[in-house]
């Protein structure tokens, strides 16, 4: 079945990088995605990747995935305080037909000091 | 397009009662997921919607709860009986099976449900 994994906390300074990683199980995901919680919120998409890629960006976004190893990893360069949320790492796969469930982390809460 | 509205956003219940909540998918979406969000943890899938049709139930999915689809724009979650375990945020996703890539969900900001 599918499980993803992330760490749950993350803190940095303003300006740093921040990076968020997550591995995953489902060998057959097609599609992996980032996506950030603020709170209250519903979930903002904020990038993704194919399976058959190993590196996206997007401005202060980059992510870089090892396929061979299930792990996804998101960077924010010059991070801001607004940066500050909940980040959810999710796989996408093929579910019943054309359907593609997502499967989400735990979420990992950047905290982003001045 | 004013992205994914759900209604209410607040719902305080109390056991055993039964509760309903709307989404509204942008528009055009063909496609409607529910998920659950408990405190602490990440997203899980419900069930999901292609025009009217219900194509998925997850087991989390249990007989006190039913969604619906009929002219395949809104959907409505009603939860039957409610128990203090169904308190969670509810969170509905609409995508259109035409985009690419991989039918990217969008989120609407969920119903938060409290069962007292």
């Known amino acids: 079945g599918e499980d993803v994994e992330q760490s749950l906390f993350l803190s940095v300074r303003e300006g740093d990088s921040s990076v968020i990683n997550c591995t995953y199980t489902?060998?057959?995901?097609?599609?992996l995605y980032w996506y950030k919680q603020e709170p209250g919120a519903g979930l903002q998409l904020l990038t993704y990747?194919?399976?058959?890629?190993d590196m996206k960006q997007d401005q202060r976004l980059t992510v870089l995935l090892n396929k061979k190893d299930k792990h996804l990893s998101l960077r924010i360069a010059d991070t801001q305080t607004g940066d500050s949320a909940i980040y959810f790492c999710?796989?996408?796969?093929?579910?019943?037909?054309?359907?593609?469930?997502?499967?989400f982390g735990k979420g990992t809460l950047l905290t982003v000091n001045p | 397009d004013t992205g994914v509205s759900q209604d209410p956003r607040h719902k305080i219940t109390k056991r055993g009662q039964n509760v309903t909540f709307r989404c509204d998918p942008i528009?055009?979406?063909?496609?409607l997921y529910w998920y659950r969000q408990t405190l602490g943890q990440g997203p899980e899938f419900l069930t999901y919607?292609?025009?009217?049709?219900?194509?998925?139930k997850s087991r989390l999915l249990s007989d006190r709860f039913s969604a619906e689809r009929p002219k395949g724009s809104f959907s409505t979650l009603e939860i039957q009986r409610t128990e203090q375990g169904d308190s969670a945020m509810y969170l509905c996703?609409?995508?259109?099976?035409?985009?690419?890539?991989?039918?990217?969900?969008?989120f609407g900001a969920g119903t938060r449900l409290s069962v007292l």
């Open positions: 489902d060998s057959s995901s097609t599609y």
């Open positions: 919607f292609q025009n009217e049709a219900q194509l998925e």
């Open positions: 990747i194919f399976s058959n890629m």
């Open positions: 999710a796989e996408a796969s093929r579910s019943g037909g054309s359907n593609y469930k997502l499967t």
């Open positions: 528009s055009e979406h063909n496609r």
């Open positions: 996703a609409s995508s259109l099976t035409r985009d690419a890539p991989g039918n990217i969900q969008y």
